[in-house]
C-alpha cells in the first residue's frame, strides 16, 4: 500500500486546513488508517485513527473537538480536517495504514511521507 498525504501549509492560529491522505490499495476499505504528527524535536504521537468502515474513531485528547478523521473509500482517501488551530499544532503530520486497528504507532505497516504544518501566533 502506498500512501501520500497532502494539504499541510503555513497558516494564522485559529486557522483551518484539510489533510488527505490518498491509498494506491485495492481493498483500502479493509485498512484502518491514522493520522500521527510529529513536532521539531518531539516523539511522534497519534492525533486520530479510523477503522477500514469508518465506525470506530479516535482523537488524542489535545484535539478533541477541533479535528475531525473522516474516510471516503470510493476515492481511497482519508481526511483530517483541522479547525481551531493553534502554534502547537505545529509539526509534520503523517498518514499510516494497517489491515487491523493497531495501538502503538510502531504497529503501522505502511506510511505516507509527511506534510508540514506550521500554525503561527
Known amino acids: 500500500v502506498q500512501l501520500q498525504a497532502c494539504g499541510g501549509g503555513l497558516v494564522l492560529a485559529g486557522g483551518s486546513l484539510r489533510l488527505s491522505c490518498v491509498a494506491s490499495?485495492?481493498?483500502?476499505?479493509?485498512?484502518?488508517v491514522g493520522w500521527l504528527r510529529q513536532p521539531p524535536g518531539k516523539e511522534r504521537e497519534f492525533v486520530a485513527r479510523i477503522s477500514g468502515d469508518g465506525r470506530i474513531i479516535s482523537y488524542v485528547d489535545s484535539v478533541k473537538g477541533r479535528f475531525t478523521i473522516s474516510r471516503d473509500n470510493a476515492k481511497n482517501t482519508v481526511y483530517l480536517q483541522m479547525t481551531s488551530l493553534k502554534p502547537e499544532d505545529s509539526a509534520v503530520y503523517y498518514c499510516a495504514a494497517n489491515p487491523t486497528w493497531v495501538v502503538r504507532a510502531s504497529d503501522y505497516d505502511f506510511w505516507g511521507q509527511g506534510t508540514l504544518v506550521t500554525v503561527s501566533s
Open positions: 490499495a485495492r481493498t483500502f476499505s479493509s485498512y484502518a
